[in-house]
C-alpha cells in the first residue's frame, strides 16, 4: 500500500479569480486608491515565505482588495486583521475568506478604515505584511510603526524606488527622509523585486519589497517630534551644509553649528552623510539650550 500524498497547498487565486470577484461586485481598479491587484499564486506564496510569519501571529494587513495575500497569510499566520479603505471591497473580503478558507473565518477580523487614521485594532498585531498603494507607501508604513508598537516585524511590497528609500543608508544617493524616520523605529532592508505582470493592471514600474525588524529608537532625551522636525529640515535643501540647511529650524545659522558641535558632528557635512542617532544628538542638543 502506497502512503499518501502529503496535502496539496491551499488554492490560491490566479488571474480569471481576481477579475472574476471584480466583476461580481462591479469594481475596476483606481489609480486614486492605488490599487494593484496580485494575481499570481506563486508571488504570494513568495512574500509570505519571505515575511517568515509564525503560526502564532497575527498579522495587520493594508489595503487587502480582493484578498489574493489575504488568503496566503490566513494559511501562515493564527489570525489576520486587514484594513480597507474601499467599502465595496471591504463588503466582499469576509465572504471571500468564509468561501476560500472557511476554517479560517473567525481568524479574520475587517476594519473599514483609512489606514493613515487607524490608531486602535480589534487584535494586536505582531507584523505586517502588505501591498501598499504606491502613492502613500511611506506615510502609511511611518503611521503604523508610532502607533503600534506591538509590530515586531514586517514585509511591505512597494514602488522599487520607494523600497530603495527606505532601505538606504547613511551616505547612499536614495538616502533622504523616509530611510532616517524608518530607521528611528526599525532596521530595514531591501528582500527583492516583483515583476510588472504579476498584477492587474500591470503597474509601469516594478514593485520591492522590504523587510523590518523592530528595535529601540536612539537613547535621547529629545522627542521623536523633535527628532523629526531636525530631519525634515535637514533634508529640505539637500545641498546645502547642514549649518545652512538647519539655521530656520535652530534660529540661525550660528546656533545651528553650536547645536551640530554639541552634537559631534561637523556643521559642514549634509544630512544624507548622517544617521538617525546623529540627528537625536542634534535635536537633543537643541532642547538642553531651550
Not at 171 to 190: E, F, I, L, N
Request: glycine letters at 8%; hydrophobic letters at 45%.
Amino acid at each position: 500500500m502506497t502512503e499518501p500524498n502529503s496535502a496539496a497547498p491551499a488554492p490560491l487565486f490566479g488571474a480569471s479569480d481576481i477579475r472574476r470577484l471584480a466583476e461580481e461586485i462591479g469594481i475596476r481598479p483606481t489609480k486614486t486608491l492605488g490599487q494593484n491587484f496580485v494575481i499570481d499564486g506563486n508571488t504570494i506564496r513568495r512574500i509570505v515565505s519571505v515575511a517568515n510569519i509564525g503560526p502564532d501571529e497575527t498579522v495587520l494587513e493594508v489595503g487587502p482588495g480582493l484578498g489574493s495575500l489575504t488568503l496566503g497569510l490566513l494559511d501562515a499566520a493564527k489570525a489576520v486583521v486587514a484594513v480597507e479603505i474601499d467599502p465595496v471591497l471591504a463588503a466582499k473580503l469576509p465572504e471571500t475568506v468564509n468561501e476560500w478558507r472557511p476554517e479560517a473565518a473567525g481568524d479574520f477580523h475587517l476594519v473599514q478604515a483609512d489606514a493613515m487614521k487607524v490608531t486602535a485594532l480589534p487584535v494586536e498585531p505582531t507584523a505586517i505584511v502588505a501591498n501598499l498603494p504606491y502613492n502613500v507607501a511611506v506615510p502609511v508604513v511611518l503611521h503604523l510603526l508610532q502607533h503600534f508598537p506591538s509590530l515586531r516585524h514586517g514585509l511591505v511590497m512597494v514602488q522599487d524606488e520607494v523600497a530603495d528609500r527606505l532601505a538606504a543608508g547613511p551616505g547612499s544617493k536614495t538616502y533622504g527622509v523616509p530611510s532616517v524616520k524608518a530607521a528611528w523605529y526599525s532596521s530595514m532592508r531591501k528582500a527583492g523585486v516583483i515583476g510588472m505582470n504579476v498584477f492587474w493592471p500591470a503597474p509601469k514600474i516594478h514593485s520591492g519589497l522590504v523587510s523590518f525588524t523592530r528595535r529601540e529608537p536612539p537613547v535621547t532625551t529629545a522627542t521623536r517630534e523633535q527628532v523629526f522636525a531636525v530631519i525634515d529640515a535637514a533634508f529640505a535643501q539637500r545641498r546645502k551644509t547642514l549649518r545652512a540647511a538647519l539655521a530656520g529650524w535652530a534660529g540661525g545659522a550660528t546656533e545651528a553649528e553650536r547645536c551640530l558641535l554639541a552634537a559631534g558632528v561637523d556643521p559642514t557635512a549634509r544630512g544624507e552623510v548622517i544617521d538617525i542617532a546623529a540627528f537625536a544628538r542634534i535635536a537633543e542638543a537643541h532642547e538642553a539650550r531651550a
